[in-house]
């Protein structure tokens, strides 16, 4: 017996290169959602109605935790879409203005923290302050009250606020960003200033014994790092807004020094070039936007299996651009700009964070906003 289409010869053989034709466009096609899971059906809106939902996080019993920026925090039963909403904590005496208010979240067991930028006189007069703060997380998904974790002292400000928070290896982790002072005060080369820095903390907000520098400062020399990554080996990747030139992303080392606001990007003058030394003196950003800048905001690494080719690769969302792009992160840290995703579909994109099951979800800056879930492609 033949074998069909063995042959363009064979009787019948004129229907051969359709139907091959056919053949090759539906793997075609089976590849591209295994290559591009973003634009399969497995997009979808888990949660919407929120007021600009900052960051998101899971803990224990499947709760799903979001802060919106004006000073919330929402707490769902689980991560599935139309989730019910449990308990709505409301932090007190947060501002939010512009690039502040309620920010970053990250959990530790039932301990909940939240960086925000607060007005202690409840005024709205100066000074103001950045605060990294508490609560405890109850079964029912109840929060206590928050209380304010001392970690020294900070400037807030409507502008460079940073507040990215992050648990990883039982150890507390926060950017904070120079609150745009000017020349004369800017505090992002002073390793003594939380501002400018990248903070390495104990669970309870002190500094451990191999940090750095003493104030609990990891790194210095950022501008407005509202994104922190970490790579299950431990790498960590900070993302941070540019000027009007230069978002960056920098893998962050001990003690590093990554130029701000002598030097943006590679070795492009900053914008308080005094006492400042030659480019070398800094350490470059692994990948850098150029002009224009993006808006990047939050990052994360794809690390589930399930992501296929894609595993290991980095996400950061953006907001001007509406997009967010795909990148490779070699072993050494070396990153390179794969792809851009999602162009235009949800507008402003905020929040990236991995769910336990290896999901990425994402929130929208649009204003009545929501959340998403992304998953990898069957």
Known sequence: MKRPFASSRAPGGRFFVPVLIGILAVVAGLLVVVAR??????????????????????????????????GRV????????????LHTATVPDVRAELESGLMGIAVAGDRIYVCASVDPGGDGGDPWRIDLLAAVISPDGSLTAFSRVPIGPTIGGPRHQGCAVEVFDDELWLSIGDANLPAGENPAQNPDSLNGSIVRLTLDGGVPADASHRSGVHSIGHRNPQGLAFRSDGLLVGVEHGTDTNDEINIIIPGGNYGYPCYTGAADAGPIPEGCGPPSDYLPPAWTSGSPTLATSAAAFLEDPAWGIWRGNLVVSTLKEEDLRRFTVSSAGEVSFAET???GRFGRLRALT???????????????DRILRIRPGD
Do not use: C, K
């Open 74 to 85: 929402r707490v769902y039963a689980n991560s599935e879409p139309g989730a019910a909403l």
């Open 354 to 368: 991995i769910a336990p099951d290896g999901s990425l979800y994402l929130s929208t800056s649009n204003g009545n």
């Open 341 to 343: 995703l999602l162009d």
């Open 37 to 70: 899971p973003w634009e399969s059906p497995r997009t979808e809106t888990v949660q919407d109605g929120l007021e600009h939902p900052w960051d998101i996080a899971f803990a224990a019993y499947g709760r799903m935790l979001v802060t919106e920026r004006i």
